[in-house]
């Protein structure tokens, strides 16, 4: 699922690949990092309880594929030189991968001892049921702000639209579930929604 988007990423790059000027080397590096991060997540981090069916996995490495490449082709017309935005747009890049690791880790911890579900505690999982995907959608709003093209706005907003849903559903699930299930936890967004 990661794997195609990175290589897709790195091929589309490949007529600028030499000569990268600074916004673009910092885009694609982040891109790529982005990719690899969740490879490695997926092999060494993640303890599943099953497999994924073959339909949703080609339906999602097809979606990363397409943003991946057409993230990397955009980054053909860079933005000319870094500004206040470029470095907040970074800044957000790292402080969302990092966060997304440690609150995947985190989960990854609860199956130390068992394949059940368990309710998630410590990090932002004291507000949110899902923080790992708010720190995701931070970092694909910190590549947007890297890339400053349309389409990665738009990709940002369908992401989110996505992932609120999918933690909004997390969320009922969880209160279904486990009736000591802490009632000031919010799906996404702290104190929000
Ligand atoms: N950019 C996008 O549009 C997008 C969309 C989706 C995902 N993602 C990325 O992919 C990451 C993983 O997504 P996901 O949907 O697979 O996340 P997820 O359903 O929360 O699962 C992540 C891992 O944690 C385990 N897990 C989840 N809740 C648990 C609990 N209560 N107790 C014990 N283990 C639990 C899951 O096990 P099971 O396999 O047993 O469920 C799985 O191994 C996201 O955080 C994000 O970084 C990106």
Known sequence: MYFLPFLAA?????????HLSLTQAIMLMALLLHYAKRCLEVLFLHKYSGPMDILTTLAIASFYTLVG????????????????????????????????????????????????????????????????????LL???????????????????????????RSLKTLAWYRAKFAQFPKNRKALLPFLL
């Open 10 to 18: 790195l091929g589309l790059a490949w007529p600028y690949l030499t």
């Open 69 to 136: 490449a057409a993230a990397s082709a955009l980054n053909a017309a860079p933005l000319a030189r870094p500004d206040g935005l470029f470095w907040l747009g970074a800044a957000f890049f790292v402080v969302g991968e990092s966060l997304n690791f440690w609150h995947h880790k985190l989960l990854a911890d609860l199956r130390q001892k068992t394949d059940l579900y368990l309710i998630p505690q410590g990090g932002w999982f004291a507000w949110v049921a899902c923080p790992h995907y708010l720190f995701e």
């Open 139 to 165: 970092s694909w709003l910190g590549l947007a702000l890297l890339s400053r093209h349309l389409f990665m706005y738009l990709a940002f907003v369908g992401m989110f639209g996505y992932l609120l849903a």
